[in-house]
């Protein structure tokens, strides 16, 4: 018999995805002409353990920044704080920093949720 | 007498500050926060061969996310349905895809007028959430091959996105 069933969303009570703070504070960093701003990260999803960060502008583009992994592994229940450099000169155009999270190719689990959460600088 | 008083008195402070030690204080902060859970899996059911829906009256079950936010005004919600699979058999014909996103249940009444002010635009909805505490969306979403064609047999994934943007 054929099989067509089709599962959007792979979940359980309580998998959650939190990246806080909301608005981040900027700081000079140890390096000249580089800013940086710590985000934490908090895994409550038991079928994600992997999140990538991104920066963008106002209009969604991507903006240049280093940490010290842009992919992150965060076990279940996990926290992890994140130190994201930003050039001054891009600084300006940085708007939004967000984690999203990521699934692995191949991964034979039968759903997938997406989720992405942006914090904004002011 | 004196030694023993002084050595009853040293005791008894040092019990009391033991007890001291036994303090645990406990601290917190409240700050704006956004919080995604997928609180309901989706199913496609398959009614007819050529078509994938996640309605109950199609044998699907829709998919339901729910949003915590600790402040009003912070953040808006943005949900994309699905528009292409993330994997499927060889698909020779085109997609037709359909969906929606509706509010479900709410933690608070005056959230009741969320799906009035939503935006829509191509397969995305936009929530601004305006009051603190926990709104559920659910999401339908369907699928039709060519022109009443029988979908390949296997296994389909379809990816739905929940993105919580502060404003």
């Not at chain 1, 960060?53 to 969604?60: A, D, E, K, L």
């Not at chain 1, 280093?66 to 992919?71: F, L, W």
């Not at chain 2, 369907?142 to 029988?150: E, R, V």
Request: a positive charge.
């Amino acid at each position: 018999m054929r099989v067509f069933l089709l599962l959007v969303f792979l979940c359980a009570p309580a998998m959650g995805h939190q990246f806080t703070p909301t608005y981040p504070k900027v700081y000079p960093s140890h390096l000249p002409g580089i800013s940086k701003v710590t985000m934490e990260l908090f895994n409550s999803r038991d079928d994600i353990s992997y999140y990538t960060i991104g920066v963008f502008t106002t209009n969604w583009q991507r903006v240049p920044f280093a940490t010290a992994s842009k992919i992150l592994k965060v076990k279940y229940l996990g926290r992890e704080t994140v130190d994201i450099y930003i050039r001054n000169t891009d600084l300006p155009k940085a708007v939004y920093i967000c984690s999203k999270s990521k699934t692995l190719s191949g991964q034979k689990q039968v759903a997938v949720v997406s989720s992405k959460i942006c914090s904004k600088l002011k | 007498m004196f030694k023993q008083t002084s050595l009853v008195a040293a005791i008894l402070l040092s019990v009391t500050q033991g007890a001291r030690a036994l303090d645990a204080p406990i601290m917190g902060s409240v700050q704006s926060k956004c919080s995604i859970t997928t609180d309901t899996p989706g199913i496609y059911g398959n009614p007819t061969p050529s078509v994938l829906s996640t309605a109950a009256v199609d044998g699907g079950i829709e998919p339901v996310v729910r949003f915590d936010v600790i402040s009003a005004d912070y953040y808006k919600a943005v949900i994309t349905h699905p528009q292409d699979f993330s994997s499927s058999p060889t698909l020779t014909d085109t997609v037709v895809w359909n969906g929606a996103v509706s509010v479900s249940e709410v933690s608070d009444p005056l959230m009741s007028g969320y799906d009035a002010a939503k935006r829509v635009y191509n397969n995305v909805t936009e929530f601004d959430l305006t009051v603190a505490g926990t709104t559920w969306f659910s999401i339908t979403s369907d699928a039709s091959y060519g022109f009443d064609k029988s979908w390949p047999a296997g296994s389909y994934n379809a990816v739905v996105s929940a993105e919580c943007i502060a404003l």
